[in-house]
């Protein structure tokens, strides 16, 4: 109450991060579908309320209170669900929370937001998963993400924890997204879309992963037919491929 007191009636022309989203919408990507994710339904009527205000008319809001958030998710990319929508009643931009997160098809969009980062890592994964489809035409798919203000980000360290969950994510499951600029150095084998630069003279510098094993897999067979037999015999767990040798023991 104090801070309110303080700091007086919000004013959302002072708003530095809703004006950036507006710069962002109207003219560093006029025209294109932009896709706004949020945690929390509070920022999500917000920020829906003062776009439209400020000229944003084809956009919606979808939460959990919404009464048909996938409606609105047809409406956004009605290519990628098949579906018709009448020009006047398509949407070019969605603000959403985490409801549209999964099992949604929003590829007509190429283009994602995170207006604030959500801790758990996974959300991240998952809301460009939705842009990330097959079906996407896009060449390359863009994530922005708002990141707390410079003094904010010295005191909770919120970047750096999050980027840390991104590599740890990697290493585990792997992945080819960059969420923030700057993030080549973190880069790990992309188990993900099975790529990798496992050939140094590659022309394209990564290599299918199923495609080297194959070639892997017919030289060997090339040069020793009899391994067909011998590695499909193998147990499912092999803990050694050579027998080993008892060396004698020295002489007492």
């Known amino acids: 109450l104090q801070i309110l007191n303080d700091c007086g009636t919000w004013r959302p022309d002072r708003d530095a991060k809703l004006c950036t989203l507006l710069e962002l919408i109207t003219r560093t990507h006029p025209g294109e579908k932009v896709l706004v994710f949020s945690q929390f339904a509070d920022t999500v009527d917000y920020l829906y309320r003062e776009l439209h205000r400020l000229g944003v008319t084809a956009a919606a809001g979808a939460t959990g209170d919404s009464e048909n958030p996938t409606a609105l998710a047809w409406r956004f990319s009605p290519r990628s669900n098949a579906k018709q929508v009448a020009p006047e009643h398509e949407l070019r931009v969605l603000i959403a929370t985490d409801v549209l997160s999964e099992g949604q098809n929003l590829q007509d969009a190429a283009i994602v937001v995170n207006y604030d980062l959500p801790w758990a890592i996974i959300r991240l994964i998952q809301r460009v998963g939705r842009v990330d489809r097959i079906g996407q035409q896009a060449e390359r798919i863009l994530c922005y993400s708002f990141m707390p203000a ?42 993900y879309n099975e790529k990798a630069g496992l050939l140094d003279d590659d022309s394209e510098g990564e290599v299918d992963l199923a495609s080297h094993a194959y070639q892997i897999w017919k030289t060997a067979l090339d040069s020793d037919p009899t391994l067909a037999r011998v590695i499909g015999d193998l147990p499912d767990v092999v803990y050694s491929t050579k027998s080993g040798q008892e060396e004698p023991l020295p002489a007492s």
């Open 150 to 191: 410079d003094g904010v980000e010295r005191i909770i360290r919120l970047r750096a924890r999050v980027r840390q969950r991104l590599q740890e994510n990697a290493e585990v499951v792997g992945t080819d997204e960059a969420f923030f600029e700057g993030s080549d150095e973190q880069k790990v084998v992309d188990l």
